[in-house]
């Protein structure tokens, strides 16, 4: 079985966060859609993505509201 693209195959909610996980086009497309028109990548949230704990898309698009919320944005 091969892994997850995440250069092409489809993004969802429940997409689980493989160790293969990459910051793509397609990535950045589902999160701005999730997120809004103000979604970035920065390094603290690169790296909470990529930091070994489960969690889905979905996980990654609530984090980074949550983020934007406590930061006042």
Do not use: S
Request: charged share 35%.
């Amino acid at each position: 079985m091969t892994g997850f693209d995440w250069h092409g195959d489809p993004i969802n909610r429940d997409t689980v966060v493989t160790r293969t996980y990459r910051n793509t086009q397609n990535v950045r497309r589902f999160l701005t859609a999730e997120c809004g028109d103000d979604f970035a990548f920065d390094r603290a949230f690169m790296a909470w993505i990529k930091d070994g704990a489960e969690k889905t898309m979905g996980d990654v698009a609530d984090e980074w509201k949550r983020r934007r919320t406590i930061a006042g944005a």
